[in-house]
């Protein structure tokens, strides 16, 4: 998406992606191995896709106020 802008935002993009999986990985494999009931393990599971989803907007989204504000701020408000 951003390659096309600047290669080394495009390996930044990487790096912000691997570090959110990593941290939202772990906090799921932590409350996955707790003793929780199942409906609770349940909602961090769906925190954690959640979480996962969240990144992805964000960055559309900054990538869209950078390359088109008009379309960024209209994707802002989705």
Known sequence: MRRSIDQDLDKALAEDFD?????????????????????????????????????????AKEHLLETNEDVGKIFDKL
Do not use: G, R
Request: proline share 2%.
């Open 19 to 59: 570090n959110h999986l990593k941290n939202v990985m772990y906090e799921l494999t932590d409350n996955l191995k707790s003793l929780n009931p199942v409906h609770v393990k349940n909602s961090h599971i769906l925190k954690a896709k959640l979480h996962l989803n969240d990144i992805c907007y964000v960055k």
